[in-house]
């Protein structure tokens, strides 16, 4: 590991890469949560997630000329959870509400 302290990590592209360029801002935009996590997405793009949301996906990759590669995202889902009433909740379409997924007992908590 390049960095003793951090387990797993490797030497590769990725930002802040010492062999790569310097990383630059290339969005920035006030948001109201703490992200949890930032999750990488096999399209190049990275996603900020709350504390208790996870990011589900169906995805295609292809592979086009020259070995390029190609990954649409065919569906996508945020699913949330740490409500009073226990449900866990799935949200496909930013135009909706969430639509309740599954009831966890209080014994699973």
């Given at each position: ?38 999750q990488a997405l ?19 990759k292809e592979q ?46």
């Amino acid at each position: 590991s390049p960095l003793p302290w951090i387990k797993g990590l490797k030497w590769g592209e990725y930002v802040g890469s010492p062999s790569a360029p310097d990383p630059s801002v290339c969005f920035s935009q006030p948001h109201g949560e703490r992200f949890g996590s930032l999750q990488a997405l096999p399209t190049r793009a990275i996603c900020g997630l709350s504390g208790k949301f996870c990011l589900m996906m169906i995805y295609s990759k292809e592979q086009g000329v020259r070995s390029m590669h190609s990954t649409d995202i065919q569906w996508s889902a945020i699913l949330s959870w740490g409500y009073a009433d226990n449900i866990l909740r799935l949200k496909s379409k930013q135009s909706e509400p969430p639509v309740n997924f599954i009831q966890c007992s209080e014994l699973h908590q």
